[in-house]
């Protein structure tokens, strides 16, 4: 799988963004797509899932600000960002599964390539800077 992310950027506090991810190969086996961010020195944690059948899952701390979406081809997703705060500053990555779980459960995947029903897809990630 290839993806390829776009979109991020520098806001300041209460701002929007909008990150695109596009998937070019390997569509046909992936289930579920989504977002990890990581902030210099924290774990990378998962933000949005989006399954094929439009399940969504989102960090407590991002409900009701972003927005996961796909588009009808299931061949990208986006995450639409609002009321942007300093503490979403971090690296975004673009990550798919083939797995098929419960939407809750792809927040306990490990992030280990090759782990079992971990992310097959990474995208090179793009940097969210949130300026108070």
């Known amino acids: 799988v290839q993806l390829v992310e776009s979109g991020g950027g520098s806001v300041q506090a209460g701002g929007s963004l909008r990150l695109s991810c596009a998937v070019s190969?390997?569509?046909?086996?992936?289930?579920?797509m989504g977002w990890y961010r990581q902030a210099p020195g924290e774990e990378r944690e998962l933000v949005a899932v989006?399954?094929?059948?439009?399940?969504?899952y989102y960090l407590g701390s991002v409900k009701g600000r972003f927005t996961i979406s796909s588009d009808t081809a299931w061949g990208a997703i986006f995450l639409q960002m609002s009321n942007l705060k300093p503490e979403d500053t971090a690296m975004y990555y673009c990550?798919?599964?083939?797995?098929?779980?419960?939407?809750?459960?792809?927040?306990?995947?490990?992030?280990?390539?090759?782990?079992?029903?971990?992310?097959?897809?990474w995208g090179q990630g793009t940097q969210v800077t949130v300026s108070s």
């Open positions: 989006i399954r094929r059948n439009a399940d969504k």
């Open positions: 190969r390997g569509i046909f086996s992936v289930n579920a």
């Open positions: 990550a798919t599964w083939n797995a098929v779980l419960s939407i809750d459960d792809y927040a306990t995947t490990p992030t280990t390539a090759g782990a079992p029903n971990s992310p097959r897809g």
